[in-house]
Every structure is written in C-alpha cells, then in structure tokens.
C-alpha cells in the first residue's frame, strides 16, 4: 500500500476519527487507525464499537491496499510532522514508512482482517443545518447524568417527528430541553443517543447551516457530515416520561436579565463555595429578587431588579445547577416560573418555547 497527501488534511482526518479510537481495549486492534485507499482518497476509521467514524481524505494513489496503524502513535507523529507532503508506504508485514520533507517514521502495524466493519444502518432519514444540531446538543448536555447506575440518563433522547425535533436530557436534579423546528421523516422516531458519543459529534460538526443527515435503525444512529460519517450505538432502555413532571402551572412568574442574574450568582458561588452544600437563596420580594449566600467564611447578598406576576417566595438551589442552565442560555430576558419553595423552577423564553430547563431546589433552613 503506497499513497501520498497533504499532511495538514492527513491530520484533520486524523483528529476526526480518533474521537473514536478506543483506550485500553481487550482488542488491541480497536486502538488502531484502518486506512484504506479507495476512489476519493484514502479512507480513515476508527471504532470503539460503541462509536465508529470514518472519513475520505484525498490522496494520491500509488499502490491499493489497507492496514491498521496504531492510533495514538500514528496521530501525534503526524500532528509533529513538519508540512507539506506525506509520502506513506506500508509493506505486507505491515510495516509503515512515512516521509515528510526531511524526516523518516518506521510503524509497526496490524493485520487488517480482524478490524470490524461498521454497522450498516438501514431506517429513517432526514437532514438539518449542522449548527442546529450543535447548537441543541451543547445546550442540553450538561444535564445528562454522570452516575453509571441508570444509564439510560446518561444519554440524551432525541424525539423527532414531521416538523419538529426535540432533544431532552435530565439526571434527577435538574432537565434540560430543546426544540427546533425540522423538515422531519414520515413517521416519529425516539432514540436515546450515549452523552460521550454526542460530546464527540458536536465536536465534528460545523458553525455552518451545511446540512446533516441522519440515519435511525432500532440499534443505531448514522450521521453523515460531508466526507465524514459517524455510527453510534443507540442506549437500550425506556427515558423518563420527562413530559409528565413539565409543571403545566405557575404561582409566581418573573422576568429577569439574564446576565445581571449569572452576575449576581457568580459573585455568591465564591462565598458558596466555602459552604459544602453549595447553596444559593433566592427571595423574591415584589419587583426585586434579592441572591445570597453564606458560609462560616462570610455571606454575600445582591439585590436585582425583576417583573413579577403572583407571589412572593424565598427558594434555594445548588449553585452549579442554576449557573449551568444560565450558560447554556444566550437570551438577554429570560422568565423563572415557580410553585412554592419545593417545586422545581422552570426556565423558559419570554417569547415562544424553543426550550426549557427544569431544576430542583434544595430545602434549606428558613426557606
């Protein structure tokens, strides 16, 4: 096997498919780059067998072939490589010579025979804008579970239906949704996605409206992105019928600027901090929300100006669950709606619902 391509494109293919090269496998093969030549170039894969992603590379062809070069070693030797152009050539025992300007790498390869082949995902399909689809991956993420003991949490559920997708994520504390509107397939699907594989996907796609195309099979979900596809294993199981704990009404509705408020919540986490439990109150007294904190170490209080609808109420949250969900918004207003001291808060627009996010409070003494 003989070809040669642009080093800075050999890199970039690399960095995609290692997103899933798997570490410390019981099959060392798994912790290899297959290459392929094939019409367009040269093909690079990589699976941990829960993900596999596989991308085209151009190149010029000397002799065709595949082989399987170990991932970690191939990637930061060619990330060290000076420029310009990469000649490679890999004999029968499959040993790797790589060429660059004035430098000269020996690898010692695998067999390609016992790579596995990437599932062939045959089901319903449809297309968005890469950055829609980022976009409602970054902003639901944070809130899927981290504790292996349910690991349908640790995923996100994408429901997508004629002319809408939805992508839910919640662990327990707090539930994060998003909603756009799609050009969607003919009947409904509702798939679990693993967390770590769409961290990784999100990282593939582009800030562009470029479109996406996504495959679902019962086992499976395939994304094509240009020259790059990508096959997960769906999460088995049944999500939380999250629909069913959305509160549907509110005793208290307050409209608030969104970064006075991340502001005011910053300022307490360093005082909260110091608190083991992580504490922040919020007490809502007519058209100003007042945010402490304290601990042993000192206290904080800040009072903001707010619209209120309903009734007074004094609240507490763990901190990081109320700054994740203020990251993950970009909107100048936003709206807080609560039922007592006990109820989760929701947080949503103050026009439309293209998302909302659900978050417990803590009981804490005088609340």
Not at 78 to 101: D, E
Not at 192 to 206: F, R
Not at 207 to 232: K, W, Y
Request: include cysteine.
């Amino acid at each position: 096997m003989q070809f040669s391509c642009d080093t800075n494109k050999l890199n970039e293919g690399l960095s995609i498919v290692s997103r899933a090269l798997a570490v410390r496998s019981s099959k060392p093969i798994l912790e290899g780059v297959l290459l392929e030549t094939c019409e367009e170039g040269i093909r690079l894969t990589c699976t941990d067998m829960a993900l596999g992603i596989e991308t085209v590379i151009p190149a010029t062809i000397g002799e065709e072939g595949r082989a399987v070069l170990p991932g970690k070693l191939l990637c930061e030797i060619v990330r060290k490589l000076p420029g310009g152009v990469c000649n490679v050539s890999i004999g029968g025992r499959m040993q790797a010579t790589l060429r660059c300007a004035s430098v000269r790498t020996t690898i010692s390869g695998f067999d390609p025979v016992e790579y596995p082949e990437l599932p062939q995902v045959a089901g319903q399909s449809f297309a968005m804008p890469q950055n829609t689809l980022r976009d409602m991956i970054g902003r639901t993420l944070f809130a899927i579970a981290q504790d292996e003991s349910r690991p349908i949490l640790t995923g996100c559920l994408m429901e997508i239906g004629k002319s809408e997708m939805r992508v839910v994520a919640l662990d327990g504390f707090r539930l994060a949704l998003r909603k756009e509107a799609i050009e969607g397939p003919q009947s409904d699907i509702s798939a679990v996605v693993g967390g770590k594989v769409l961290g990784d996907i999100a990282k593939i796609l582009s800030d562009s409206d470029e479109p996406v195309e996504l495959c679902f099979s019962r086992s499976h979900v395939q994304m094509n992105i240009g020259e790059t596809h990508v096959v997960a294993r769906l999460l088995e199981g049944e999500f939380i019928r999250y629909r069913q704990i959305l509160p549907e009404e509110w005793q208290t509705r307050v409209t608030i600027d969104r970064s006075e408020l991340s502001g005011a919540i910053d300022r307490a986490s360093l005082i909260a901090r110091e608190n083991k439990s992580y504490l922040v109150c919020f007490k809502l007294d007519g058209e100003t929300l007042c945010v402490t904190s304290n601990s042993e170490t000192g206290d904080m209080e800040e009072q903001i100006p707010v619209t209120t609808e309903g009734k007074d109420l004094t609240i507490a949250f763990n901190v990081r669950y109320i700054t994740d969900v203020l990251r993950a918004l970009s909107d100048d207003q936003i709206v807080m709606r609560f039922n007592s001291n006990v109820s989760p808060c929701v947080v949503c627009p103050v026009q439309g619902d293209s998302y909302l996010y659900l978050v417990l409070p803590v009981r804490a003494f005088g609340t």
